[in-house]
């Protein structure tokens, strides 16, 4: 098959949306022709190691952007109105950016402007009349979802149009302005001609099968990495390492009912307490070291401020626990289907994971089915210390065997297996 794949999250950037297609897209390249068509920064710098296998990589240079978020130079703590004040722009950020991105071929990052023109004459040399075109496109941003829509109405059957959504375009949990009905109005607009739809969890099956019907299918994000399973780091008994990697989002992962556990745990177990650190490796480095601050917890933490993806996996490797938050807002419905990318690349570690998300979550049974990591409610701060104290005491070890069976389905490998089965049932 002639695949051809426009990701506009670059392979080179530091982002979990740059992973989902270049994993893809290198098994792919196996067994058939693949393009893998994205944006680049100018000097086309990677920030991370990728892989794309025998994809050809077609890269096109943003028209502007105000910064790359990987060329931050200081990682030192602002002042606390700063912080305050970057706070409440995150809050106005994700209320804008719906609008923004739904009329402008923009992305978020540091205000990235992408060359939707030049997006349209490179596809337009690889798609061609004479042969079938297998046709992904990822959102966000929404002017992906454009291109498919274009493509599709100039080629006909010759372009089998297939929409990714890794993350949703509409009721999206950190954003209150994009339930508004006009984000579904226009997703069902733009996938009027659509031949079929990948979505990342079971919520969003039900959501976009009543914009499009049966065309949808589950194919969620994963990882690549097998090694990790294999590669436990052991630590000192004498202390505890909890790992936290990525970022917050006001709303939707907020960081605070993992600190009233931490403070629960300092009242009622400061042995356990004071052989603990807590590392942090992300874009925010402020919010947490404002938080910690904030709570008298600074001691304990090893605020990392924002590394390269490939360094980021290592501080993972490196923990006792990891920290993961699912969902912290007040939609338990909601929360029950958030999958973040982070998930995988933890269960792929071979460490346990104490997690936070709603009662309901649908991984609950997925994350504890290896007998130490544990899922709790953001309400549990309580439960949350008795664990780690438990932990440190009883310095157990995740059942591998358990865990590889989990982790299997959602290497990349066999996801792109599942994806070939999906574009043969489509095409």
């Known amino acids: 098959m002639k695949i051809v794949i426009v990701a506009p999250s670059s392979p080179r950037w530091s982002t979990i949306g740059s992973v989902r297609w270049e994993k893809l897209a290198k ?13 680049c920064f100018p000097d ?27 060329l931050r130079t200081s990682n030192t703590p602002k002042v606390a109105k700063r912080k305050m004040l ?4 995150r809050k106005m950020k994700a209320e804008f ?3 923004l991105e739904l009329f402008l071929p923009v992305s978020p990052g540091g205000i990235l402007f992408h060359d939707y023109e030049a ?28 291109l498919g829509a274009l493509f599709k109405r100039q080629y006909g059957e010759r372009v089998v149009w297939i929409a990714d959504f890794r993350d949703p375009s509409f009721n ?15 997703t069902k607009k733009i996938l009027t001609m659509v031949d079929g739809v990948l979505v990342v969890t079971k919520k969003m099956v039900k959501d976009y099968e009543e914009i499009v019907g049966s065309k949808v299918f589950f194919l969620p994000n994963g990882y690549d990495e097998k090694v990790f399973l294999e590669s436990w780091v052991e630590s000192s008994s004498e202390s505890l390492r909890i790992v936290y990697t990525g970022s917050f989002h006001p709303r939707m992962v907020e960081l605070t009912p993992f600190i009233l556990g931490l403070l629960n745990l300092k009242e ?20 947490v070291q404002q938080l910690f601050r904030k709570f008298s917890l600074v001691d304990i933490l090893d605020n990392r401020g924002f590394i390269p993806r490939d360094e980021a996996l290592r501080v993972q490797a490196e923990a006792d626990i990891l920290l993961l938050i699912a969902y912290t807002g007040n939609d338990s419905q909601e929360g029950s289907a958030i999958r973040t990318g982070k998930v995988y690349e933890y269960l792929a570690t071979g460490k ?10 649908e991984m609950r049974e997925e994350i504890e089915g290896d007998g130490v990591s544990k899922v709790f409610d953001k309400s549990e701060p309580q439960e949350m210390a008795e664990y780690i104290a438990w932990f440190f005491t009883e310095r157990k070890q995740v059942n591998l065997k358990r865990r590889e069976e989990v982790i299997s389905p959602y290497f990349y490998e066999n996801l792109s297996k599942r994806l070939e089965e999906i574009i043969r049932t489509i095409s």
């Open 27 to 39: 098994y792919l390249s196996k067994k058939h022709s693949v393009y893998f068509v994205t944006s």
């Open 44 to 70: 086309k710098q990677s920030f991370r190691s990728f892989d794309l296998g025998q994809a050809h990589f077609v890269e096109i240079p943003l028209k502007y952007f105000k910064r790359a978020p990987q």
């Open 86 to 89: 970057s706070n409440l722009a």
């Open 97 to 99: 950016r719906p609008f």
């Open 119 to 146: 997006y349209i004459n490179e596809l337009n040399k690889i798609i061609s009349n004479s042969e079938r075109t297998i046709l992904f496109t990822t959102y966000g941003p929404w002017f992906s979802l454009k």
């Open 172 to 186: 999206i949990p950190e954003s209150i302005v994009s339930r508004l009905p006009v984000f579904k109005h226009a």
């Open 268 to 287: 009622r177990e400061k042995n356990v307490y004071s052989r603990l650190r807590f590392v942090y490796a992300g874009k925010d480095y402020n919010y």
């Open 352 to 361: 346990p994971i104490l997690a936070i998300a709603p009662k309901n979550w």
